[in-house]
């Protein structure tokens, strides 16, 4: 897997956080947070930046 990294402003962070809400709804979106804290056992703004990456990646989100 190649790992892309991009530099993300506070603003463009919660912007994404909110569109993938939107997107999927919170219960989704905090069900997917909790499996990566789960399956990494990583704090949870890492899991929330894994979440957006894949999302990112499976193109449900552009940025």
Avoid: W
């Avoid at 956080?17 to 949870?44: M, S």
């Amino acid at each position: 897997m190649n790992h892309v990294l991009i530099s993300l402003s506070r603003r463009d962070y919660f912007s994404a956080l909110l569109d993938l809400c939107r997107l999927i709804g919170q219960a989704a979106y905090e069900a997917r947070v909790l499996d990566v804290i789960q399956k990494f056992g990583c704090p949870r703004f890492t899991a929330t930046l894994v979440v957006h990456g894949r999302a990112v990646m499976a193109g449900e989100i552009v940025r």
